[in-house]
């Protein structure tokens, strides 16, 4: 197969890498980004909370971790706001129960504000909190309240960052796995072996995330190791929007930020977390004990009034971290300089954007050739997210469907979600019924993609013209269909809005 040259090649698009490309489109160079799954956004920050941390776990040993979590969180709603990415600013209540946890709270207050976070409030008025979150456990005797704390759309903000990238310049390859990188000194390049053939480039960035101590050992750099922790969660119903208002929290029994219950940007609830180490990055499953004894009881301390009968889907997510400090490791691999490593881990969604930066505007110019730090005159830091015919307006949606009546065919009943946006979905990349559940919330509602499962499955075959048994979940090997009926057919009739 032909050799791929660009300037930079960025190993992995989950949001380390995403924010990272479009960083680097900043510069006049060419950037591509190569993932090896079939989708984007598909490993850790698919797990991840969702927020977007005000900065108040800093840690004396990890400083590019605090800085990360501190500007992050500062920069994150202008990111937002110009990539058209689901974002709310709802801050945090971290609660106590009793007076030795008021001790705790004080304690954290004091060291994060002597690492810089001055917006935080120890709040010991009960009837002020019950006002704040009405539905709050009313054993609940003060809490430190830090406004910056928000919540975002993972998968939204890499679609928007990559979407951004690409509108930019940047090339992005998916089921493009690196498997080997050899540094050509002659050439003063890197050669990349891949899925899809070889590659080369003058600077590789490894955002490869809880594979990327592997990925720099192929270029002979063992500095670093991942540990991974697996991390049990659930969502509630819909039903319940507006019980939380804030991302509500209780310290753990050293006396840092544990178990959570908030909203998600889109409306539901979310709960956590039973944490466990893990060796096995696959390791994506639940627990009876993790989810009932642990997640739901938790959640229940803090929000009496979620029933645990309004849970509508378990789930887990494995973070990676680089074992012992769980610092960040944004740096060059040993003697070879071009090639820069960009591991978050912990608070890695909220600092991603700072980090990138860091990265673009501190580590890159000390390695890189004095002509490749030109930057280009026009740069367009907006995107503009696809509809989501459920947040439209009425006028709007009728002005849509005039343009296009596929937006008046709902397809997922459980999230409003349109034929239209479905199309859209596949029209900006998605290949698999993830990549499409994750740009359009099809198959995220209560039942979960029962309906709506094969009428998605039966698009996806028509728009990629393929059948559809060789449609995926998310992506080689995941299968859906392992029979059609007489007619061929996967389909149900749509219906109007
Ligand atoms: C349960 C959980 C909760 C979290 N909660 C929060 C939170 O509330 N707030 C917060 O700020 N952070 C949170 N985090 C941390 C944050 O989500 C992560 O730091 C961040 O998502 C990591 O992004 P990443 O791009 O480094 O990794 P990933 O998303 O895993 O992306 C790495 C990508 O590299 C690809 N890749 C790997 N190897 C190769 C290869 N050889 N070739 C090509 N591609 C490759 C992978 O397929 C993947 O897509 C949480 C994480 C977890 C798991």
Not at 126 to 148: G, Q
């Amino acid at each position: 197969m032909k050799l791929k040259s660009f300037d930079v090649i960025v190993i992995g698009a989950g949001v380390a890498g995403a924010a990272v490309a479009r960083e680097m489109t900043k510069y006049a160079l060419s950037v591509a980004v190569l993932e090896k799954n079939a989708e984007v956004a598909c490993e850790v920050t698919k797990g991840t909370h969702a927020i977007v941390h005000a900065g108040l776990s800093v840690n004396p040993l990890t400083p590019l971790k605090n800085r990360g979590e501190l500007m992050g969180a500062a920069m994150m709603g202008q990111l937002c706001a110009d990539l058209d990415v689901k974002y709310q600013r709802i801050g945090k209540l971290l609660v106590a129960f009793d007076e030795t946890q008021v001790a705790q709270l004080k304690a954290l207050m004091q060291s994060a504000k002597r690492l810089g976070l001055m917006d935080i409030e120890l709040i010991e008025d009960r009837s002020r909190l019950l006002e704040m979150e009405p539905n709050l456990n009313p054993d609940v005797i003060a809490a430190l309240h830090t406004p910056n704390t928000g919540i975002v759309s993972p998968w939204g903000l890499v679609y928007g960052l990559l979407e951004n990238a690409q509108d930019n310049g940047a090339s992005v390859f998916v089921e493009c796995a690196v498997t080997g990188i050899r540094w050509d000194a002659e050439a003063q390049r890197f050669l990349l072996d891949t899925r899809q053939g070889p590659f080369s480039a003058k600077y590789v960035v490894n955002a490869a995330g809880p594979f990327s101590d592997k990925v720099a050992a192929m270029v002979g750099d063992t500095s670093f190791q991942i540990s991974l922790t697996r991390q049990e969660k659930v969502i509630f119903d819909k039903n319940y929007q507006g019980a939380v208002r804030h991302v509500v929290r209780m310290l753990n029994n050293m006396g840092a930020p544990g178990d959570f219950i908030c909203p998600t940007v889109y409306g539901d609830l979310m709960a956590g977390v039973e944490v466990k180490p893990t060796d096995d990055f696959d390791a994506c499953h639940t627990t009876q004990p993790g989810i009932e004894e642990h997640v739901l009881r938790s959640s229940a301390r803090l929000i009496p009034t979620i029933p645990a009968s309004a849970v509508i889907r378990p789930f887990s997510g494995v973070l990676n971290q680089c074992a012992g400090t769980g610092e960040f490791v944004i740096r060059s691999a040993p003697q070879l300089p071009r090639f820069l490593n960009f591991v978050l881990g912990g608070s890695g969604l909220t600092a991603c954007y700072a980090m990138a930066q860091y990265l673009s505007l501190e580590v890159f110019p000390t390695v890189a050739d004095a002509a490749d730090l030109k930057t280009r005159g026009d740069f367009n830091p907006c995107r503009k997210d696809m509809p989501h015919v459920h947040d439209l307006e009425p006028e709007e949606l009728a002005e849509l469907i005039a343009r296009d009546p596929r937006y008046g065919h709902v397809i997922c009943r459980c999230e409003t979600v349109t034929e239209g946006e479905i199309v859209e979905a596949i029209r900006r990349g998605a290949r698999s019924v993830d990549g499409v559940k994750f740009r359009t919330r099809a198959g995220m509602g209560r039942c979960q993609g029962g309906f709506c499962g094969p009428r998605v499955i039966a698009i996806l075959s028509r728009e990629l013209q393929i059948p559809p048994e060789a449609v995926t979940k998310k992506g080689p090997g995941s299968y859906m269909v392992t029979a059609l009926r007489d007619d061929h057919s996967v389909k149900g009739e749509a219906e109007h809005v």
